[in-house]
């Protein structure tokens, strides 16, 4: 099948999905986020795929997040109808009966992080960053990030890096156990495909076992993903949120003033 966004290569058993929008750094604009929806979803009922890797095109971004210039007028209903949207496509990623990695090639800021964190392994260059920057923007995220990031590094940490917008670089990610492993940038295909090729010799009835064991662990509570759609529309009510998200694109410093 032939995408926009997204370059898709099945070597092997696995299929290795590269969104594909280096002008942009990735960013994921809604195209982007139907198109991978999609290509996960046929990938579930395709025999000769096993494993799925997602990485970004070019060696400086895996992702840089939502596609900021989408934000622009978005209404209060029109931004819980964003973070819905986007959250669905995410839980596609993480309710994958298929093994999905990401090999994280660079940036991966806001929803880039929060699409890392939606796939089952992260495996990060060493040149990688992370964070949820969208404070900085006057909105916070709104594809899982609340959440998942505190699946992954606690609750302590995740407040911190939500509410500085701080980014983490790829020994600081390892260390707070958001990745499984950091490897050089040239390493980091073969490092992906030898960590699933691991796997996927392995019985594909096993490895959907596991995966929706360890899910259903988090799932007891979905609230927190919904209240994390109830925020974020409620950013957009903001002249915050307007005042963080043309200046990203003016390529200036916000002044906040909390309306
Ligand atoms: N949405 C839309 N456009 C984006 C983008 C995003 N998330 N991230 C980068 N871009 C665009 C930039 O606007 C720029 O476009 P231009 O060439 O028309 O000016 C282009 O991609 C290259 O990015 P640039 O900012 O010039 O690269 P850089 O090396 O100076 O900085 C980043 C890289 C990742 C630090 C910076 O792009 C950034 O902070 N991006 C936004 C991160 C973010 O807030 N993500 C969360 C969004 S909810």
Redesign the pocket.
């Known amino acids: 099948m032939n995408y926009t966004n997204l370059f898709t290569l099945l070597d092997g058993n696995i299929l290795i999905i590269t969104i594909n929008r280096e002008?942009?750094?990735n960013?994921l604009n809604k195209q982007t986020i139907i198109e991978l929806e999609d290509v996960i979803k046929n990938a579930q009922t395709q025999a000769d795929i096993r494993a799925i890797i997602i990485t970004g095109a070019g060696n400086?971004?895996f992702v840089?997040?939502?596609?900021?210039?989408e934000?622009i007028g978005l209404s209060d209903s029109e931004g819980r109808a964003l973070a819905t949207f986007g959250q669905n496509a995410f839980n596609s990623i993480e309710t994958s009966i298929k093994p999905i990695l990401a090999a994280v090639n660079g940036?991966a800021?806001?929803?880039?992080c929060e699409l890392a964190m939606a796939c089952h392994l992260r495996i990060a260059s060493d040149n990688a960053i992370f964070g949820q920057?969208?404070v900085?923007?006057g909105?916070i995220?709104g594809y899982g990030g609340t959440q998942r990031l505190i699946h992954y590094i606690g609750k302590a940490k995740a407040m911190e890096l939500h509410m500085t917008g701080r980014n983490i670089n790829s020994a600081e990610a390892l260390y707070l156990g958001l990745v499984n492993y950091v490897v050089p940038q040239s390493q980091l295909l073969n490092k992906s495909k030898e960590l699933l090729n691991e796997i996927i010799i392995n019985s594909p009835k096993s490895i959907e076992g596991i995966i929706k064991s360890i899910n259903s662990y988090f799932e007891s509570n979905n609230s927190g993903f919904n209240n994390e759609i109830e925020e974020f529309g409620k950013c957009f009510l903001t002249n915050d949120s307007k005042e963080g998200v043309s200046a990203?694109?003016e390529?200036r410093k916000p002044n906040f003033t909390g309306n």
């Open positions: 002008q942009r750094l960013a400086k971004a840089s997040g939502a596609d900021i210039k934000f940036y800021l806001g929803g880039g920057p969208e900085k923007l909105i995220a990203f694109l390529k």
